[in-house]
């Protein structure tokens, strides 16, 4: 799946958050805890003008890109919206806490 066009996720680690920006501005978000070699991520949402456009999709799949690829830490998916897309999404159930 690509990225809905000129869409970005951004990993804002001060605010324990991910960010799915177009142009500057915030599409969505994703909110997260770390534990004792954890990632927690708690909730997921996108501006509800903009739901049903694939924006959510492309926003879990850059969280979980970059957890993959920039995180020695396990993945607790707590978020409902995370979870199903990991049910859909196979590649990524190496990330979870066992």
Same mark, same amino acid.
Request: aromatic residues 6%; glycine residues 10%; negative net charge.
């Given at each position: @799946?690509?990225?809905?066009?000129?869409?970005? *996720? *951004?990993? +804002?680690? $001060?605010?324990? /958050?991910? !960010?799915? &920006?177009?142009?500057? /501005?915030?599409? #969505?978000?994703? !909110?997260? $805890?770390?534990?004792? #070699?954890?990632?927690? *991520? =708690?909730?997921?949402? *996108? +501006?509800?003008?903009?739901? $049903?456009?694939? %924006?959510?999709?492309?926003?879990? %799949?850059? !969280?979980? $890109? +970059? =957890?993959?690829?920039?995180? +020695?830490?396990?993945? !607790?998916?707590?978020?409902?919206?995370?979870?199903?897309?990991?049910? /859909?999404?196979? &590649?990524?159930?190496?990330? @979870?806490? /066992?």
């Amino acid at each position: @799946m690509s990225d809905p066009p000129g869409t970005v *996720v *951004v990993h +804002d680690a $001060e605010h324990h /958050r991910y !960010v799915l &920006e177009r142009d500057g /501005r915030e599409l #969505g978000k994703s !909110v997260y $805890e770390l534990g004792d #070699g954890v990632i927690r *991520v =708690i909730h997921t949402e *996108v +501006d509800q003008s903009l739901q $049903e456009h694939g %924006l959510g999709s492309a926003l879990a %799949l850059g !969280v979980l $890109e +970059d =957890i993959r690829d920039h995180s +020695d830490r396990r993945l !607790v998916p707590i978020c409902p919206f995370i979870r199903g897309y990991l049910a /859909r999404h196979p &590649e990524f159930q190496g990330l @979870m806490s /066992r």
